[in-house]
């Protein structure tokens, strides 16, 4: 149980989607908070929104991550129930400024919450990966590319402090 | 750290696999050999508004990628799918599935420690 430092994920074998639960040690309504929220989602997420979330809104979010700050995207609010249940559509890899996403299929991405014994569990699943045109996903995939190390020292310095 | 080293070692395998995808000709090349089946590099060219040339570089990029193997069959070559190389194509899963790695972190240390 010591390992929890690092959250365990599980990766589906799918194509299709990508699912990781692991458990915070907080109440759930603070979890809950952190997701509902747009100020704190964005926080930890990395991201600023015009708006905050409502069912059915499309709301415009700027990436705070330090050199991504030029990139914008649109997330879709599907579902908000209060402390159980957060879902909302996006483009995944929509990175590039110079492309228009808005007729490509977009993905779902849920998040779920359930007490347990040490705090809270989270799962948080996102699917609908093979609507994705393999070009785009090629595309996207040479994008990330250069900001893997990035984002792999984000995590060290995050597990470590 | 030694978990996620393993990943990003996965996908710079993977790189010259995507690099080789990203181009609309050459996914219509990978099209045609998956639906038609082995095809020689004239069958190839038809209807491609491209030169014959030009598509020989092409399955060279795919070839060096994996993608792509030229075998011979009487006296021409043809050019069928490495379909084992294709299935890496399927890491692309594994850079999101990374990402989503790092945002649980991020979200986990955030609601711990701004109670």
Do not use: C
């Amino acid at each position: 149980m010591t390992a929890t430092a690092q959250p365990s994920s599980s990766t589906a074998n799918s194509t299709d989607r990508i699912e990781k639960r692991f458990t915070v040690n907080a109440p759930r309504s603070r979890v809950w908070r952190a997701l509902a929220d747009e100020k704190e989602f964005g926080t930890w997420f990395r991201m600023s929104f015009d708006r905050p979330f409502s069912e059915g809104a499309t709301v415009f979010a700027r990436l705070t991550h330090p050199g991504y700050e030029h990139v914008t995207l649109d997330l879709v609010v599907e579902r908000i129930q209060p402390e159980r249940y957060f879902s909302y559509k996006w483009h995944p890899y929509a990175i590039d400024p110079k492309s228009d996403y808005t007729k490509e299929p977009m993905t779902l991405v849920e998040f779920t919450l359930e007490e347990v014994k040490d705090g809270t569990a989270v799962t948080i699943v996102e699917s609908g990966f093979d609507r994705i045109p393999l070009g785009r996903r090629a595309e996207a995939f040479r994008m990330n590319e250069k900001g893997w190390e990035g984002q792999a020292k984000n995590l060290a310095k995050h597990v470590e402090a | 750290m030694s978990r996620r080293s393993a990943a990003a070692l996965k996908v710079n395998e993977a790189v010259p696999v995507f690099a080789a995808l990203a181009d609309p000709t050459r996914l219509r090349l990978i099209g045609r050999l998956s639906t038609d089946g082995p095809l020689s590099i004239t069958r190839l060219s038809e209807g491609e508004p491209v030169t014959r040339q030009a598509i020989t570089r092409h399955l060279e990029t795919l070839g060096e990628a994996g993608l792509v193997r030229n075998v011979r069959r009487g006296r021409e070559r043809v050019f069928e799918l490495d379909l084992k190389r294709l299935e890496k194509a399927k890491q692309y899963l594994d850079v999101v599935s990374a990402q989503w790695d790092d945002a649980a972190a991020r979200l986990k240390a955030f609601v711990e420690t701004h109670p």
